[in-house]
């Protein structure tokens, strides 16, 4: 009996030590010809949910929103500017370590075919997906999730409208 114990207390961890750890897969450094992001843009509508449980993953630190979005597109990357005050930068192609204060993700960005496509992954394995696209209306929507163990913890789209720059 005990040396059955053993036997499942070994399995249990060769088992755990084998669980494939969650990887992020690098996506297109180049835009596609013709698609620019660049805008003022301001938030007109937000469908889907902000569950509770999301807040309680490490990535969701990472989630930036604001209801007036400046994106700026040159040839190398991103800058997306929350109200004013917060600035994201990412890089296409881009695949490296990100940190707020003592939280650590990776984060790989680039392009899936017209959208803008970034995803964070914390040491948890809970993934924020965030996808910037322009649609036929002249519109970004902006779709968010957060997922863990499979489960989808946070699904959102958010939609912006263009509007004239501001100078101020």
């Known amino acids: 009996m005990r040396h059955t114990k053993l036997l499942l207390i070994i399995a249990s961890i060769l ?14 450094g180049d835009a596609p010809v013709g698609v620019d992001l660049s805008g003022d843009w301001v938030l007109v509508g937000t469908d889907g949910s902000n569950q509770p449980k999301a807040r309680d993953t490490r ?13 700026t597109q040159t040839v190398d990357g991103m800058f997306f500017s929350y109200n004013r005050s917060i600035v994201e930068e990412y890089r296409f192609g881009e ?21 803008y ?11 924020l997906i ?8 002249d519109q970004m929507n902006r779709s968010v999730m957060i ?21 101020h």
């Open 15 to 28: 088992l755990a030590s084998c669980a494939t750890k969650e990887l992020l897969v690098p996506k297109k």
């Open 147 to 167: 997922v863990a163990r499979g489960a989808s913890l946070m699904s959102m789209t958010q939609t912006f409208e263009r509007v004239e720059a501001q100078n």
């Open 59 to 71: 990535v969701y630190l990472f989630l930036e929103t604001g209801k007036v979005v400046k994106a």
């Open 130 to 137: 965030e996808r910037w696209k322009v649609n036929a209306a």
């Open 95 to 115: 695949h490296r370590t990100v940190r707020i204060g003592e939280v650590e993700a990776e984060r790989v960005s680039g392009w899936e075919g017209s959208a």
């Open 117 to 127: 496509v970034v995803e964070t992954l914390d040491e948890d394995g809970a993934r």
